[in-house]
Nanobody, 124 residues
Framework: QVQLVESGGGLVQAGDSLRLSCAASGRTFSSRAMGWFRQPPGKEREFVAAIDWSGVSTTYADSVKGRFTISRTNAKNTVYLQMNSLKPDDTAVYYC?????????????????WGQGTQVTVSS
């Protein structure tokens, strides 16, 4: 069992930065790939970024490439999402998720555990 708790969301202006954190419980964090997803108001949940177990391999949605950075610290059981140059279209509830395996995946249905989400609101 893995429990995930996101933090770091808030209300910011366009162009600002935020860093989201996701703290994981359990002993298997360091062997799992992790992902960030988001759900904009009135829309379906979508993939944002993912990182493999080691932190070496990452992948991003085109909409955030070059602005967002996913990273992890296995010693702290934590994965991060650094979000720069935020836009109003980035407004969403952001979720972190844990994969059953160690390699990067983007398919939402493959992820095994989910956090409760943290709200990010970007005003224009």
């Amino acid at each position: 069992q893995v429990q995930l708790v996101e933090s770091g969301g808030g209300l910011v202006q366009a162009g600002d930065s935020l860093r989201l954190s996701c703290a994981a419980s359990g002993r298997t964090f360091s062997s799992r790939a992790m992902g960030w997803f988001r759900q904009p108001p009135g829309k379906e949940r979508e993939f944002v970024a993912a990182i493999d177990w080691s932190g070496v391999s990452t992948t991003y949605a085109d909409s955030v490439k070059g602005r967002f950075t996913i990273s992890r610290t296995n010693a702290k059981n934590t994965v991060y999402l650094q979000m720069n140059s935020l836009k109003p279209d980035d407004t969403a509830v952001y979720y972190c998720a844990a994969s059953p395996g160690g390699f990067v995946i983007t398919q939402m249905k493959t992820y095994e555990y989910w956090g409760q989400g943290t709200q990010v609101t970007v005003s224009s």
